[in-house]
């Protein structure tokens, strides 16, 4: 089983940045996400980062504050906020999905998550 560690969340201004960190015991062929639950909310897609790290998206709400990358020699996926807001309060969960194909055509998904790392904007 695949284990996810989040790291780097914590109390900030708004306005101020921060980069929260995970590391995986298996990196490999993952799509990595970002994905955050505010107090009373639903879950709520962030960033995602292909396997090659050559392809990022993000959700409109976080688009040019936030960059997702990736270290694929150290397991690691990295996600900087910068310009925070409170209104990005939030629970922060790495996500890792793997899709693996057998000689068959079948497909299966593959994906795991992190524990959670908590990220406080104060107004």
């Known amino acids: 089983e695949v284990q996810l560690v989040e790291s780097g969340g914590g109390l900030v201004q708004s306005g101020g940045s921060l980069t929260l960190s995970c590391a995986a015991s298996e990196f490999t062929n993952y799509a990595m996400s970002w994905v955050r639950q505010a107090p009373g909310k639903g879950l709520e897609w962030v960033s995602t980062?292909?396997?090659?790290?050559?392809?990022?998206e993000y959700a409109h709400s976080v688009k040019g504050r936030f960059t997702i990358s990736r270290d694929n020699a150290k397991n690691t996926v990295f996600l900087q906020m910068n310009n925070l807001r409170p209104e990005d309060t939030a629970t922060y969960y790495c996500?890792?999905?793997?899709?693996?194909?057998?000689?068959?055509?079948?497909?299966?998904?593959?994906?795991?998550w992190g524990q959670g790392t908590q990220v406080t904007v104060a107004s």
């Open positions: 996500w890792g999905v793997r899709v693996a194909t057998t000689p068959q055509g079948d497909e299966y998904e593959y994906d795991y």
């Open positions: 980062i292909n396997s090659l790290g050559t392809n990022t």
